[in-house]
């Protein structure tokens, strides 16, 4: 087993030691896991003197345990995933077990004087997104408002009681994607993730300003959110089909169609037609102008009968016409 040990007192001390440990030779800001430990990299970037945005995105190679030691700061860290983890409380420590149970992707605020261990096994991939607020970037909202300071103290207990619960919002879930899976054929720059780590920060304390603990995200039911994406992704591989209705698909997650709806469309700023339609048109995009098939055999595939309804969304969304680069 490989184990790392460190804290989250200062960004650069913090990026060199798993230089040292990881990547000695890199050149980048991205530090790479030998082949023998990971496939991947951690990256860490200053979004301000007193705020970090730190990126894990990566598969394990071999058992890895980190232990982050406890400060006697009262940092905050925020931390972004989409892969599963159990969690028991060990003294002044969190202890976290990777596990291969469903996560939609969920995110826990967490106090820097508590210590936490994680232990990774060998062949988990691991993505997520960590932000570190320093006490000096915390102290002026707590003295602006007291209200903000009771809220966030109670946002943190409720995080760690329920540390399975909470889920990423539609925003949170897209930032969090184009955090940990961008697009390096396109986007390479630090400004990049900063301007990303920015937004999702804001995220946070919108939650904090308006946090009612007896409506909080935390007691959202976090079986139902895993039925909505397992319908997502029963949408996503059955583009070739008719859509079968909200009231199957309501079925097929065993909830009530008004429950279905509602939450399926809080977490996709969609509705679930919409959703298919939108993946549908994605599909029919890659179809024509990456696959080169004609426009009326992907519509025969996707079930378009009417062709001037296709053409007219297609247009909509892409702005370019489904046939404006070939021919009919």
């Keep these: 087993m490989q184990q790392y040990s460190f804290d989250f007192s200062d960004l650069d001390k913090l990026s060199n030691y798993f230089r040292d440990q990881l990547d000695p030779e890199g050149t980048d800001v991205c530090i790479h896991f030998p082949p023998e430990i990971g496939e991947g990299y951690l990256s860490y970037y200053k979004i ?6 730190l990126i894990n995105n990566y598969k394990a190679n071999d058992d890895l345990e980190f232990i982050r030691n406890p400060i006697n700061e009262n940092d905050v860290i925020l931390h972004f995933r989409k892969y599963a983890l159990t969690h028991s409380l ?6 976290s077990n990777y596990s291969d149970t469903y996560t939609p992707g969920n995110m826990r605020c967490m106090d820097a004087t508590r210590g936490e261990r994680v232990l990774i096994p060998k ?17 002026s909202y707590f003295m602006k408002n007291n209200t903000t300071a009771q809220n966030l103290n109670t946002y943190i207990r409720h995080s760690h ?4 619960k909470f889920y990423l919002s539609y925003r949170q879930s897209v930032l969090f994607d184009q955090i940990v899976t961008p697009a390096y054929d396109t986007v390479e720059n630090e400004l990049y993730f900063v301007a990303r780590g ?3 920060l804001e995220t946070f304390w919108k939650d904090i300003i ?10 959202i039911n976090a079986n139902q959110v895993g039925s909505i994406y397992k319908i997502s992704h029963y949408l996503e591989n059955n583009l070739f089909e008719p859509f079968v209705g909200v009231d199957q698909l309501a079925v097929m997650a065993h909830m009530s169609r008004t429950n279905f709806f509602n939450m399926f469309k809080e977490i996709h700023d969609q509705t679930p037609l919409e959703y298919f339609n939108n993946k549908r ?16 055999e992907v519509m025969n595939m996707l079930n378009y009968s009417n062709s001037s309804k296709f053409r007219k969304a297609f247009y909509n969304k892409f702005n370019v016409f489904p046939d404006g680069l070939l021919s009919k």
């Design 161 to 164: 009681q329920f540390i399975d």
């Design 48 to 53: 301000s003197p007193d705020v970090y945005l």
């Design 281 to 296: 048109l994605e599909s029919a995009y890659t179809m024509v102008f990456s696959e080169g098939l004609a426009v009326k």
């Design 198 to 200: 920015i937004h999702l």
């Design 123 to 139: 062949g988990a991939e691991i993505r997520s997104t960590m932000i570190v607020l320093k006490s000096s970037y915390t102290k």
């Design 210 to 219: 308006k946090f009612d603990s007896d409506n909080s995200p935390f007691a």
């Design 90 to 95: 060990d003294n002044e420590s969190i202890v």
